[in-house]
């Protein structure tokens, strides 16, 4: 098992959205980063464990623990010409983009940005050196730092 860190706008698609969708899970679309598409087509399996970064608002943080339940299939948006995500260059055939299907686990108490900066145990957190990218791996033992239990 591995464990990752997934960002995403609170304000699009939150913990709590996920949570609402049960055992059904959520499919994680809409990812056009190279080294992102990479980890989820190439890295991410299933069973890993997931922490939910709330990103791009008033305080980032992790905020809850998804397990991923689908491994990497083609992002059904990226053929989708009404779609934000709709890529002209990927075909069915050669598909450029991958997205994987999320269930929820547990809310945590919001671990924000400033303390994982400040946090001396965990230097080299992809967050804290690669914080721009979407998703991001994270190393048994900085979960472990970051999730005791």
């Not at 397990?67 to 990497?72: D, F, P, T």
């Not at 990927?90 to 994987?100: D, F, I, L, M």
Request: hydrophobic content about 40%; aromatic content about 12%.
């Amino acid at each position: 098992m591995a464990y990752w860190l997934f960002k995403t706008e609170p304000d699009t698609f939150s913990i709590d959205d996920l949570k609402a969708l049960g055992s059904q899970g959520a499919f994680w679309e809409g990812v056009r980063n190279y080294q992102a598409r990479n980890f989820l087509r190439d890295q991410v399996k299933l069973a890993d464990l997931v922490f939910i970064y709330h990103s791009s608002c008033k305080v980032p943080a992790i905020v809850g623990i998804a397990k991923v339940i689908q491994q990497a299939q083609p992002d059904p948006f990226q053929f989708d010409i009404q779609s934000d995500y709709f890529d002209a260059k990927s075909t069915k055939e050669n598909p450029r983009w991958y997205g994987v299907t999320l269930e929820y686990v547990k809310h945590l108490r919001p671990i924000t940005l400033s303390a994982i900066k400040a946090n001396l145990e965990i230097t080299e957190l992809a967050l804290k050196k690669a914080g721009r990218l979407s998703i991001m791996p994270v190393s048994e033992r900085e979960w472990h730092v970051l999730c005791p239990n």
